[in-house]
């Protein structure tokens, strides 16, 4: 199946600091990115969905300026967690689609862990 | 706002097959029924998709009620490897194909 990656896999960061996450399509290209933020024992929570090349559309409650999505080629988007804190401590997922049609699958990246001291 | 309702957890014997329930009972039309699993501290892992037909493939079979309102995610020879959080989905074709999880079904396959 195809390949999505994320850097960094994890990485600690003190309060008010920002941390871009990268996430990578590796042998295809996508149309869209999906990011994704899991807390201890919950379920996936979607963040936002980014198309390249145009604004992310943020879920209802996802502060935009808080979380800032980059879609800039059809391998690459970036969510950058702005001034950190430790409520912002999470696992943070990203997601690739290859195709457009309501039957295309999407592939999720392992995850990165964010810890916010 | 997930539209899927799982048990919320099951336990299976190694080596028997494991049958994951998934109740879609609101589902459209051209909307399909995604399953994906999750191994602690790793993204979901796409299983196998469907619209009406059963499907199979080397994980797993899925098989569709005829209404389209159940489905049943079945693993045929459960392996320890195969205990993890298993999600089904059902896209949203007409919002920009999201999927929203659920809360999944804890399956844990016992020696």
């Known amino acids: 199946g195809a390949v999505v990656s994320q850097h960094p896999s994890w990485v600690i960061c003190k309060s008010g600091t920002s941390v871009k996450i990268e996430c990578r399509s590796l042998?295809?290209?996508?149309?869209?990115m999906f990011w994704y933020r899991q807390f201890p024992k919950q379920s996936l929570m979607l963040m936002a969905t980014?198309?390249?090349?145009?604004?992310?559309?943020?879920e209802q409650g996802v502060e935009k300026d808080k979380f800032l999505i980059n879609h800039a080629s059809l391998t690459l988007s970036t969510l950058t967690v702005t001034s950190a804190h430790p409520e912002d401590s999470s696992f943070y997922i990203c997601?690739?689609?290859?195709?457009?049609?309501?039957?295309?699958?999407?592939?999720f990246g392992p995850g990165t862990r964010l810890t916010v001291l | 706002d997930a539209k899927t309702t799982q048990p919320p957890s099951m336990d299976c014997a190694e080596g028997r097959a494991a049958n994951l329930p998934c109740n879609h009972s609101t589902i459209s039309g051209n909307e399909y029924v995604y399953w994906y699993r999750q191994i602690h501290s790793q993204g979901p892992q796409y299983i196998i998709h469907g619209l009406k037909n059963n499907e199979t493939n080397e994980m797993a079979s899925l098989i569709i009620t005829e209404d389209r309102k159940s489905s049943t995610l079945i693993l045929p020879h459960a392996t320890l490897r195969d205990t993890a959080v298993y999600y089904c989905i059902v896209r949203r074709s007409n919002t920009g194909n999201q999927f929203y999880f659920g809360t999944g079904t804890s399956l844990t396959v016992i020696p």
């Open positions: 042998d295809f290209q996508a149309t869209t």
């Open positions: 980014s198309n390249e090349g145009s604004k992310a559309t943020y």
């Open positions: 997601s690739a689609r290859a195709g457009t049609t309501s039957s295309d699958t999407q592939y």
